[in-house]
């Protein structure tokens, strides 16, 4: 896939299956990631790659989680299955170390450019992905499970695998809504 058609064309691809990403095609979306713009070097990213097992030990942290905010049955039950909505899902986490220069929102936003860089790369190499958060991404039992530190965040949760459908076609926009040029 061309470079440019990729950036003006990307689209998140919630429907998604078997096969996930592997091998060198995983590995190049890890790398992507590793090379997110980063202010001073301070790498504040941590990424944890759950497959198979892996989905359903993501799915018990959300269950348990639902259980202690006392949350009704429903969603109880419904918790253990939202990692199943793909075959890979990639949590990306900023871990924020103090930096003279390089507050917080600075280092959120590298591991936001990390995930960014992950949906693409998936999508070059014929896979598809959505970047979802919702409640859990802020829980704090969530937090502990990923021995994540108080200033720590949960930037996303990075749903991977095979489209079952053709994204929908979308709007343009217009630029100069978003855009004011000085010149
Ligand atoms: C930080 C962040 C969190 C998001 N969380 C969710 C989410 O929890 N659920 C969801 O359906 N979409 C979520 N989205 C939006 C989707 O990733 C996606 O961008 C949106 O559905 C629009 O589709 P598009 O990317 O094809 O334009 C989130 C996006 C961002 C940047």
Redesign the pocket.
């Known amino acids: 896939m061309d470079a440019l058609d990729l950036l003006l064309n990307r ?2 691809q ?1 429907r998604l299956q078997e096969p996930a990403p592997k091998g060198e095609v995983l590995e190049n979306i890890m790398q992507a990631a590793l090379r997110a713009p980063d202010h001073a070097c301070l790498t504040p990213w941590r990424f944890v790659v759950c497959t198979g097992q892996g989905l359903d030990r993501l799915g018990d942290i959300y269950q348990q989680a639902a259980k202690i905010a006392g949350k009704p049955k429903e969603d109880i039950d419904r918790a253990v299955q939202l990692p199943q909505r793909a075959p890979m899902v990639i949590v990306a986490i900023c871990q924020y170390s103090e930096h003279p220069k390089v507050p917080r929102v600075e280092q959120i936003a590298s591991t ?1 450019c990390a995930v960014q860089a992950m949906q693409m790369t998936a999508l070059a190499q014929g896979f598809g992905g ?5 409640g859990y991404a802020f829980d704090e039992h969530v937090k502990q499970a990923f021995s994540m530190k108080e200033n720590d965040e949960l930037v ?1 949760f990075l749903y991977l695998g095979t489209p079952m459908t053709k ?1 929908l076609a ?1 709007p343009q926009r217009d630029s100069e809504t978003f855009f004011e040029h000085w010149s």
């Not at 959505?130 to 919702?134: A, E, Q």
């Open positions: 689209s998140s919630p936001a959505v970047w979802r958060t919702g996303g994204p979308k």
